[in-house]
């Protein structure tokens, strides 16, 4: 069947000049797999060009501080900011280029030039803080995104769905405290950086926006997709995004060498089509997603071809109906600790 859904990637070879050292999980060579999951479906994606992000997009997220930081350890590379999070001679512009794609990519998608889209950028975002770089992110391109189509396109109400097995606590700290950003996270726990409780769940005007799933390791798709069904699901139905971001990390994926989560293609496929489902019942469509981790080349290979093949499927069953968990699995208790802390703003939290 022809393909004739508008979707968009971006991917640009100078994000492999982002360079630490050799042995570093978070290297150029990340992105070979993922080009060619790109590659396989290039006649049916629309490319988009990379442009860097300028200061004024930055500043609405990060200090200026942190951008004269990370632009001064470039000049001095190599050099950590971080024992994780390192920079490199063309780091500073590279990352700039991260964040410009991601801007341009939630942009065309909010305006309806896309339906979709997918930017398979580095260095990742969702660990940077307004004031630090840190887990090997520099700038939070998926945090900078979002600004950018609130203040430019008048999306008043987003969600931020995160799923990399690591907790995007910058993401979180960002917009914790805002009602208007969902920002919904399942990840292994604990894990680096050691945030995501479930009781973490935003702050004064934000609280209930910032809903958090810590998965025990040897989590796998059963427990992947059944929060997202489950939690997910009715909590975006009563908050009724406008427009959906993902920070998409394969680090989640059975071979990832980073974490202890046991995901497969068909966990992300399914993840990835709750995603498209969700938006396409709540917002037009509107979906765009951001790399974010994943260290393994086939959880890389996998998860982002799974990915692609949902955003450019003419059409999504829908939101099919979900078994109830087992009574006492580690599922049926997420759900239930999740209850305890937004039962109350969102009533449906657990229904199907």
């Known amino acids: ?31 070979a797999a993922v080009g060619r999951a790109i590659a396989e479906r290039a006649a049916a994606l629309h490319r988009l060009a990379s442009r860097p992000a300028n200061d004024d997009e930055l500043l609405r997220v990060h200090s200026l501080a942190l951008l004269r930081r990370i632009e001064a350890a470039a000049r001095r590379a190599p050099e950590h900011l971080d024992p994780d999070t390192y920079v490199s001679a063309q780091s500073f512009e590279v990352a700039r280029l991260a964040a410009g794609a991601a801007v341009d990519l939630a942009r065309a998608v909010a305006r309806g030039e896309l339906q979709a889209g997918f930017a398979a950028v580095r260095p990742p975002g969702h660990h940077a803080e307004r004031e630090h770089a840190m887990g090997f992110c520099l700038f939070n391109n998926v945090a900078v995104a979002a600004e950018a189509v609130r203040r430019e396109e008048g999306v008043e109400r987003l969600l931020i769905l995160d799923w990399d097995v690591h907790h995007g606590n910058g993401t979180q700290r960002i917009f914790e405290d805002d009602r208007d950003v969902l920002y919904f996270s399942t990840h292994q ?140 699995s580690v599922l049926a208790q997420v759900v239930e600790q999740l209850r305890a802390v937004h039962g109350q703003r969102y009533p449906d939290l657990g229904s199907a």
């Open 1 to 31: 069947m022809a393909v004739t859904r508008s979707v968009g990637v971006v991917e640009d070879p100078r994000y492999r000049e982002h360079r630490g050292p050799g042995a570093h999980p978070e290297r150029p060579e990340r992105l």
């Open 189 to 328: 726990f604990p894990c680096y950086p050691g945030s995501g409780a479930v009781q973490e769940a935003g702050l004064g005007p934000g609280a209930g926006s910032t809903v958090n799933v810590p998965l025990l390791p040897g989590a796998g798709d059963r427990e992947l997709v059944g929060a997202l069904r489950r939690i997910l699901v009715p909590v975006a139905q009563r908050f009724r995004p406008q427009l959906i971001l993902v920070s998409a990390g394969f680090d989640a994926h059975q071979d990832d060498p980073l974490a202890s989560l046991e995901v497969t293609r068909e966990g992300f496929a399914e993840a990835s089509r709750i995603a498209r489902a969700l938006a396409d019942e709540l917002c037009g469509g509107r979906l765009a997603v951001l790399l974010e981790g994943g260290y393994a080349p086939s959880g890389l290979y996998e998860g982002v071809s799974a990915l692609l093949d949902a955003l450019l499927a003419e059409e999504t069953p829908g939101l099919a109906p979900c078994p109830p968990p087992p009574a006492g």
